[in-house]
């Protein structure tokens, strides 16, 4: 069983940054591609980022692309989401996964996720 908790969420003005992390258990980490999705109330969950098993292949969603940057280090089996220029459409619970394979940007080819953690940013 895979085990991931996401941290680093928080209140923050737009403008702000803000890094999360996703740590996750297991021996396996680097053989997996992982993603950042959101969730914002009312709404359906969507893509933010993905990162590649090795990290050397990064996709961004065209609402973050170049305000978040992802990035993954598999020694201490972790992915980070740093996001910076926050904006008050930022706001949501954002959650890590882990890839089975497949398109990036949907979330059914995700096998496991975290619990969320949630980020408010104020205008």
């Known amino acids: 069983q895979v085990q991931l908790v996401e941290s680093g969420g928080g209140l923050v003005q737009a403008g702000g940054s803000l890094r999360l992390s996703c740590a996750a258990s297991?021996?396996?980490?680097?053989?997996?591609?992982m993603g950042w999705f959101r969730q914002a109330p009312g709404k359906e969950r969507e893509f933010v980022s993905a990162i590649s098993r090795s990290g050397g292949g990064t996709y961004y969603a065209d609402s973050v692309k170049g305000r978040f940057t992802i990035s993954r280090d598999n020694a201490k089996n972790t992915v980070y989401l740093q996001m910076n220029s926050l904006k008050p459409e930022d706001t949501a619970v954002y959650y890590c996964?882990?890839?089975?394979?497949?398109?990036?940007?949907?979330?059914?080819?995700?096998?496991?996720w975290g619990q969320g953690t949630q980020v408010t940013v104020s205008s």
């Open positions: 297991g021996r396996t980490f680097s053989s997996y591609s």
């Open positions: 996964a882990r890839s089975n394979g497949g398109t990036f940007y949907r979330s059914d080819v995700y096998d496991y």
